[in-house]
């Protein structure tokens, strides 16, 4: 009898290890998604992103203390329910993180091209530990009115930029909150 205990045990244990693996592999895969998406969206100025951020860590949050109260309440100290707290702070800000470039990448109102002056910087943006790219792409958005700098380096400027070419097709989803570049092209004005 207590050699099946183990054995189911053992595959118990082994089951919730795939699972938590295979969820947090999906949450680097998305994340990593979203980033990409979020390297060549530019909002709109009015877009509450940091505000939204917040909004829904502090919901998620309040929703986390709210079950744990009902659930565990008696013998719990205000401790453990900051815990919880931040626990679904934390979570709901994860969640929320650049949900606004996702919604313009998956839900254009159209697909737009228009010629863009531009601007290119030695080196490019930043891209958190990775350093710096290359070389940078300042364009300017038609739908946003912003400039939004892409990451791009020397041999693809080398190999696509030839003299004379003082401006750039861009091909974006737009929608009311922001911009998705799709793609550029150097081109002479």
Known sequence: MTENHH?????????????????LGAWIWYMSWVSSISNNTILQKSVPEW??????????GTL??????????F??????????FFSGFFLGFLLSLNCYDIYVYLFPDKIIGYES????????PSRGKHGHCEAGLW??????NRWI???????YLHSHRKQGMTGVWV????NKIGTYIVKYEFIYL
Do not use: M, W
């Open 75 to 84: 013998n719990q100290t205000l401790k453990y329910f900051a815990n919880v």
């Open 149 to 155: 700098q892409l990451c791009t380096n020397k041999e």
């Open 51 to 60: 505000k939204t951020y917040i909004y829904f860590g502090v919901l998620i």
């Open 171 to 174: 091909t974006a989803r737009v």
């Open 117 to 124: 002056e531009y601007e290119v910087v030695f080196p490019g």
């Open 7 to 23: 054995s189911e045990n053992k595959l118990k244990r082994l089951l919730i290890t795939a699972v938590t693996f295979s969820i």
């Open 64 to 73: 986390f203390v709210i079950r744990t109260f009902f659930v565990h309440a």
């Open 139 to 144: 364009l300017k958005d038609q739908n946003t």
